[in-house]
């Protein structure tokens, strides 16, 4: 007998789903790759993570993704979850170039090793949307050509 | 004979130190923490984080420190750094319930000693400008209350 | 006006609290540190971290409190927090010598500063109790003395 | 000539290759992945963490693990150490649902991608031993169904 | 319309461009990697920490690479930079068996299981130049047999 | 009755007290720190760090300072670590300005926020050895000056 990948429906987690749906996610995606062994915290994430934080007020859908690519950049070993939310950036109106620019400013925060693996992984997500090349910051502004 | 806390002016630099200075910094600060062990840092600092990246076009600063707090948040030990970013952020046009929003949002990716930790020293930077009490989110959308 | 440090009362939230309480704590206390700044950390601490996490059966309190300890000497900048879970450590059925064992433990999966900087507070946590000198592990077992 | 793997055979050797071997792992698997490279690396870590630490007294085999758990998911880039220590989990008398049990504990501390991270190695290591699906705690106690 | 990669030729690039190439490596190779997302990055890295960092007078390049295995081990998530840096180190007169030497010292700081991911990543670099096995240190002051 | 803080006498034990004190440091003063509550990590450390680790042939002491300040500036959250570790830098050769270089190399690999609390770190040893200020590496290597 198969288990339900989602077994809760609290409002929160209704709620959660339905602000991951908007950002072009499916709670149901998590909570398969999770089904047998944990799919509580695939409630826990579409409750808490995105019932709960996700829907607070305060700021845009698009603000926090700028915020979540810059968390995931800088904690490392997050190349599943950064390809994730580089889809869900785009949905909620993050250009390309503008996850590309979140990445590059880790540069001074987190150190070139974390940025290279994370545009690595960012890429891998534009990629599969068809969305390479990102046209680059305009020059005038860009590295140093002195 | 006391030597100068900043001792390269290249253009980079110059541009850097504008830029900070708009966040409501002060090049001389960092390079005189340093002065007398490695002003060069703050060369760095100027020329690399604030006269590379952080004039990048392509995000607005406001958008910038988003990412910013976000990723101190994420990295810990970094309360000097949160203090200073707390006031570059108010001073690029993110409000203290903003600030306050993101460290929030980081309780799903870095976990509560990492937010609890950083809340801290937000409120510090806060405190310091009078700032206190942060109004609340909407309770509509806050936590859970079923 | 005053605002109150814990202002949601729901039933995971409740739940929580008296988990917290069980163990030692105080949720208020945790809200009073961030009253002004940011309430709904105490708020989703009490009802995710306590009410929801730490109310799963599964594992006893004793246990889930080793695991806490493991986890915070290996994440770092977590002085705060090792201080607290020493004191729900106790509380929960862990002697002093086991806190230190699993610390000690930690020195083949964390490296000797993250060890050491968490027996420090460990110990401070554990002199506010008046439980110092700690007893060690019989010598049989103890450290090399070929 | 092929190279010894293990080639040294300390008293405190011997007594951390037969924990580990208790464990239900064996020495001569680490000593052959660094055989050509590094094998004094296993060496150390049959001297020191199975042969000094693992063998201390003052926690069962079985809490030591649940430490080990909670620290390599804290950790971050632990998948290889995750699987092994699933394995040595279960041969020290935690079930399968109580190591999720920890990883789960962890959204707590660490936050959710180290956390998913986690999970997907241990279920990696689960599955190969044909031990899934895991089964939920009790309803009475999972997330929240307000 | 094929983009370069490495658009941009400053000084300072040039710089770094040749301190790479002494190093065997080639920063044509860091901007293909990148070239249809963030190819500044690879111009960042070339002016920053190789025109910039790496030409600084003061430690020759062999103790530069010394210090960069190290903080690579400790950071975590870095194979793929630790088998360019394993290169880098060779062609800047560390030995294979140096290389493991400063791997096995982080033992004490950052504990076994970045060490040993660290050495997996050290021994594909030492295996695709034919480099295996390293010959260990002197018995005498290997590890404990007493 | 008061405990020997430094209770085990092993031949690794001596001979990593020895190679400590060659490097300016002193291992009671570690097994002081934790002697009322575990001495046995003073142990585990002149046993395994400095007994071990730090007395293996195939790097020199020097070289090995320069490999721990690159770890520990990485690491975060150590700054104690590093005030002891330039003391023992500075013991084994390593001068000031080439602990500094070290720490520098970091903003590539670490970013800004540790490397600047590295840096006060190192700047409170040495200033307690009165060897401030530190002299800049030579103008025409240093910062950019196009």
């Known amino acids: 007998m198969r288990r339900d990948p989602v077994p809760e429906r609290s409002e929160r987690f209704l709620r959660g789903a339905a602000r991951l749906s908007e950002m072009g996610g499916d709670i149901a995606d998590i909570g398969e790759a999770l089904a047998d062994i944990a799919p509580d915290v695939a409630v826990y994430i579409g409750e808490f993570a995105f019932g709960d934080l996700y829907c607070r007020p305060g700021l845009s859908l698009r603000e926090r993704q700028i915020a979540t690519i810059a968390a995931l950049t800088t904690l490392g070993d997050t190349g599943r979850q950064l390809r994730f939310h580089t889809g869900a950036a785009l949905n909620t ?40 090349p990102v046209s680059p910051g305009r020059p005038a502004d860009g590295p140093d050509r002195s």
């Open 93 to 132: 109106g993050v250009t390309p170039a503008e996850i590309v620019e979140v990445v590059v400013q880790m540069l001074a925060f987190a150190g070139s090793p974390r940025v290279f693996n994370a545009m690595l992984a960012v890429r891998e997500a534009l990629a599969d949307r068809d969305l390479l």
